[in-house]
């Protein structure tokens, strides 16, 4: 077990990470304790290495990147195991929901990332004999916060993001699951090798719990993007805000889904299974509550229970497990708890409900009322809450009844109208007739409203947020003048020449309706 790294919480920059199988028990390993002292060594050592890096261009560092990316993919088969033997999730989510996923979105931006950061011009408007453009400069180092959930593509991914934008990264992964961070950083010391233009003090680890993360936000660092729980994201958002500097939170989600009276029943089913219990429910994306039309709750929630009948649990490393242990241990009595409190509240459970040490079964409520905690608070356990609904407004009324806003879903047998629900829904990420991948397509933004997060990572204004974007102008036409009309001096003169334009250009006369007729 992780016990005594967890039992230690905080206990200060002392011990070391003494991490087990979640699913055998079997010690797989140690980790240092890193202090603030080792943290601010490694942000030298990453600034040091950053100044060459930033230097490159775009495409010279995509280019550079590819050779870390067939180390991964080489080595795709040993990471899923190590991430399915720290973290205990299926074999094949290991390699479908982090190895996969990560390669991907290296290809994505090695493709596309230099024109992303390309300048771009800005068009003026009055004042039109300029040039205005933004140009994207490396923030310099990157701290990351990781978490265990998904210990892979999380971390490294930001961190690669980081990189793209020519920025070094510090990874502090989660005390949880620190070994997988360690292992990519090994492939990343081999793809240096493979490839000049890459510095092993680029991506730089530094293993501990909440003191080395909150070390790593103060030891000036240039931005932080952290992955983890809503009452740390905002420690770290204040530590940020005290030296200034960006910070991109995602912070998990309580996330609904609608099912209106039309949707397909059979992909409906099998899309909030897989939603709800995938990686034992340990997803921030995860569907916790389905808020389902009246006249086919019965028939839906009676599918899910019969499906969920099917899912095989146990050793995450046999590639035929659908479902493995619980990473974390105290998650296991959160979700207890939340599970109490509903049945407390009247609801009915269909299917699974008692964990069995590490393993959490996959649960199905219904009857359950809107307002308890199962429908309030992320459990991160495979819990699943049905909710009937008389009707779509009241639908969405319930969905956005929560402090938290990350994804959303809506099934419904009309897409047009499946899309005009979504767009109500306060969530960052709102699919529509599927389920909890959007992370999975790198050019899509991930990002939280409300207590879920702050920024985004993926996409093209992710990447650009990773950057300093500045702002240049120069003069294109009239480079003859010697001064602007309003430098100085000013008179009476130039005062009514000034006055006589507000009025024309935007008074609603005959000028001002040229302008218009002409886009200006
Ligand atoms: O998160 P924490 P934990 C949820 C899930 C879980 C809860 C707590 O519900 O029960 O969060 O999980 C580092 N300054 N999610 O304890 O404490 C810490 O070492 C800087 C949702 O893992 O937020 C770890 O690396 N860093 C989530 C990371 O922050 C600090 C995924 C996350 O730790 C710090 C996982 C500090 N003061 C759990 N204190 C998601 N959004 O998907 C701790 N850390």
Redesign the pocket.
Known sequence: MVALAQAAG?AGFVDKLVIHSPSSGALLGEAPVQTAEDVRDAVARARKAQAAWGALSVRERCHALRAFRHKVAQHADDLARAVSTENGKPLQEALVHDVLPFCDLMAYFERRAPGILAPQSISLHLMMQRRSYLHCVPRGVVGV??????PFS?PIGDAVMALFAGNAAVI?????TPLIALQAKALWDEACKDEPRLHPDLIQIVT???????A??TSGVDQVM????????K??AV?CAERLIPCVL???GINPAIVTADADIERTAHAILWGAFANSG???ASISRVYVARPIAEQLTARVVELAGTLVQGDPLNADNELGAMT?L??IA?GQAILDDAIAQGARVRCGGTPNGRYFPPTVLDNVAHGSRITQD???TPLLAFVPVDDTETAIRYANDSDKGLMAYVFAGDEEQGARIAERLEAGTTMVNNAIDSHGAPGTPWQGVKQSGLGQVHSAQGLRDLCQVRHVQTRSWLPWMSKELWWYPYSPKVYGVFLQAVKSLWGGGGVDRIMRAIGK
Do not use: H, M, Y
């Open positions: 905080d916060i990781g978490p265990w959930n998904f999380i502090k992964p989660s005390e949880v501990g719990r909440g003191l080395t993360g909150a790593l936000c952290f992955t983890g729980s809503v009452p740390t994201g420690k770290v530590a995602e912070l998990g340990q997803v921030c974390f105290p998650q959160i992320e459990s991160f």
